[in-house]
């Protein structure tokens, strides 16, 4: 990975200081003055054959999302299914994930601190995204197969993992108490959010970290003026991690928990409004709990030992009454079909144990980053009145190896094992898969490189099919080929200016299908996908800069015949962003997201172009010193529209404000 800017740039200024000195004068400390070279708004990963993306906290910051998912969209690849409040939204990568129908179809993997979140198959109820983005400094989506395997099975579309905020990044590791206090306003909705940080380092060795989120939002308005349906929300969210090392360093054990809450009253059923309100209204009560505890031992002078030993729990539960009187089928014979959905809790819980060392040595002229592991996971679904419960136990081996081979080439072999028992009160099923791939990076020369991957995994049976025995023992199988080269270099045009890029085309098939149904209602048993993703930055000295992201997909449902366009394929989309830095204090952005018309889909969607506006401002100077005042303006021309795959309008113009001070 690129070193950063600033740092680069005082090591440079400080070697060639220390080059021009007498030998004698080099013991003298020069306090030189912080040179800042400009940058974009995220990093292109060039450096790896993953079609990976890093979302860090000033990003997630300067975006000032209202959900997990808006924090995403910006990434090639990914979509979002009514983004926009946390019921009934969810994401979409290479048109696999949230849909219409389910808020997640188990081909997307969603990890907070290594907790495996979400539910299975809930109809019409979008669950994978309940959290707030307050609680998390960086979130890392892996699109497609690629680097997933260390993580779990039957990654398809990709992986999006999210890690919380520790104590250090506002005590800069030094002991002391810092506190950090954020407060976000927005129009549309009449949306407010507060979210207060507490940061203790009583020693070096020692942290804690509180945080307490609250946000809140009434209805918004569309382009037109007119109510978004279920878009109001009231979500309180809260954070505790803790780290202590010791030992001679080189030990070291931390705990986080992170809880949301969320009670609803006479809302729809439906959280995706596509089904003009037949099921009625519930009261329902959402509750999504994390916790992990995670030992670590790397001690010093030993490279083959970096052990890490995870424990972790995600609980995930729903409560739901329905309003007597709400739906227009009530005294209809359909009805009685209908209560016991509209009237089923959930809940799910899912314990993982993982043992992973990374053991990094020389063969010959090949460095190896050795990453190997065994995985105990126990996932329990409570028996609900629409959809059966029971119990999924697995065990999974994974070895991962990043072997670079001399200078310029990467090669990455991986593999995981994993057996499955899944049963309820009466069936009990058994099944296992190997899975794998391999990637290689190499390094041309002058800032080209050239990348490529193959991979193969299986999505094994889930609890919610318990009801179909045929499903019961037939996983779910798709491979992924992947060829792209890429760019990154500094003074490509002017002196300090730095061009990087990075563009991947992919082919994806999927068979022995389970989990959709076509237009006739038989079942999807192959799917086969094709797309080309682009990310570019370019940034100079001045600091001006601008990303740009690209994504063309098509698909296709190849059997049963005649087929036709697969339902998860997005729109085309190119986003644009042009802004300026100056030094620390101040950036101004202008994003524009254009939407391409869709046509290869039974709903076809017209093209829509967005645009947005953000600026922040960190006063360096004065009693306003450690502030940060940030202003966004989205959908600046109030365009009515509705994002393909979307089942809700957009959310017309909405301006944001935030005031956050640490102190």
Do not use: C
């Not at 926009?84 to 969603?110: C, E, H, M, W």
């Not at 979130?139 to 779990?152: C, D, K, N």
């Not at 609890?463 to 990154?488: H, N, R, W």
């Amino acid at each position: 990975m690129r070193v950063n800017r600033t740092v680069r740039a005082a090591l440079m200024l400080g070697a060639a200081t220390i080059w021009a000195l007498p030998a004698t004068a080099q013991d003298t400390v020069t306090e030189l003055d912080e040179v800042v070279l400009g940058k974009s708004k995220r990093e292109v990963r060039t450096d790896t054959a993953r079609s990976e993306t890093n979302v860090d906290q000033d990003e997630i910051e300067d975006r000032q999302a209202s959900t997990i998912a808006e924090l995403t969209d910006s990434v090639p690849g990914v979509t979002l299914i009514n983004g926009q409040s946390p019921q009934g939204s969810g994401i979409n990568i290479r048109g696999f994930g949230a849909n219409s129908t389910y808020g997640s179809d188990q081909k997307v993997l969603i990890q907070v601190d290594d907790a495996d979140v979400g539910a299975e198959e809930l109809y019409r109820i979008g669950t994978q995204l309940f959290t707030d983005p307050a609680l998390y400094k960086q979130v890392t989506v892996i699109r497609g197969m690629a680097g997933t395997f260390e993580y779990g099975s039957g990654v398809i579309g990709g992986l999006v993992r999210l890690e919380t905020k520790d104590a250090s990044d506002f005590t800069g590791g030094v002991p002391g108490f810092k506190l950090r206090q954020t407060l976000q306003f927005s129009t549309n909705g009449d949306g407010t959010t507060s979210s207060t940080i507490m940061a203790w380092q009583p020693t070096h060795d020692f942290e804690v970290l509180g945080n307490f989120t609250y946000a809140t939002q009434d209805e918004q308005v569309d382009g037109s003026g007119a109510v978004i349906g279920n878009s109001s929300f009231e979500l309180p969210s809260w954070q505790l991690k803790a780290k202590k090392t010791f030992g001679d360093g080189d030990h070291s054990l931390s705990f986080s928990i992170t809880e949301t809450a969320s009670d609803d009253k006479d809302v729809p059923y439906d959280s995706f409004m596509t089904t003009g309100g037949s099921f009625g209204n519930v009261d329902r009560k959402t509750h999504q709990r994390t916790a992990t505890l995670a030992y670590n031992y790397n001690p010093v002078g030993n490279d083959m030992v970096d052990l890490d030993v995870i424990l972790s729990y995600a609980d995930q539960k729903i409560e739901q009454s329905y309003i007597p009187g709400s739906s227009p089928l009530e005294g209809t014979p359909t009805f009685p079909r209908l209560l016991p959905l509209v009237n089923a809790d959930h809940r799910y819980e899912t314990t993982k144990l993982t043992f992973k060392n990374t053991a990094r040595f020389e063969t010959g002229t090949v460095f190896h980053n050795l990453r190997a592991g065994v995985e105990f996971k126990h996932k329990k679904r409570r028996d609900a009145s629409s959809a059966p419960g029971g119990t999924d136990e697995r065990i999974a081996l994974f070895v991962v190896d990043d072997m670079s081979i001399g200078e310029r080439l990467t090669l990455t072999p991986a593999l995981r094992y994993e057996t499955q028992n899944i049963s309820n009160d009466t069936a009990s099923y058994t099944n296992d898969a190997l899975m794998g791939g391999v990637s290689a990076h190499y390094r041309i020369g002058n800032g080209f490189a050239v990348f490529g991957s193959l991979a193969y995994t299986e999505n094994l049976p889930i609890i919610d099919d318990m009801t179909t025995p045929a499903y019961m023992t037939q996983s779910e199988k798709a491979s992924t080929v992947e060829l792209g080269f890429s760019y990154d270099r500094l003074d490509v045009f002017t002196p300090g200016d730095d061009l990087s890029f990075k563009a991947t085309a992919y082919k994806t098939k999927v068979w022995d299908v389970t989990s959709y149904t076509s237009a006739t209602m038989m079942p999807v048993t192959d799917i086969e996908l094709e797309g080309l993703e682009l990310e570019a930055a370019y940034s100079v000295s001045s600091g001006l800069y601008m990303d740009l992201n690209a994504n063309i997909q098509r698909g296709r449902e190849t059997a049963p015949a005649p087929g036709g366009y697969w339902r998860g394929i997005p729109a085309n989309q190119l986003r644009l962003t042009v802004g300026k830095r100056w030094q620390e204090e101040l950036d101004l952005s202008w994003e524009v997201v254009a939407n391409a018309r869709m046509k290869r889909a039974t709903t076809p969607t017209p093209s829509n172009v967005v645009h947005n506006l953000r600026g922040t401002y960190r006063p360096q100077s004065g009693v306003l010193k450690g502030t940060e005042l940030r202003v966004g303006v989205e959908n600046l021309l109030d365009l009515d529209y509705t994002p393909h795959l979307a089942t809700r309008k957009a959310p017309g113009r909405t301006i944001k404000f935030t005031l956050a001070k640490t102190f």
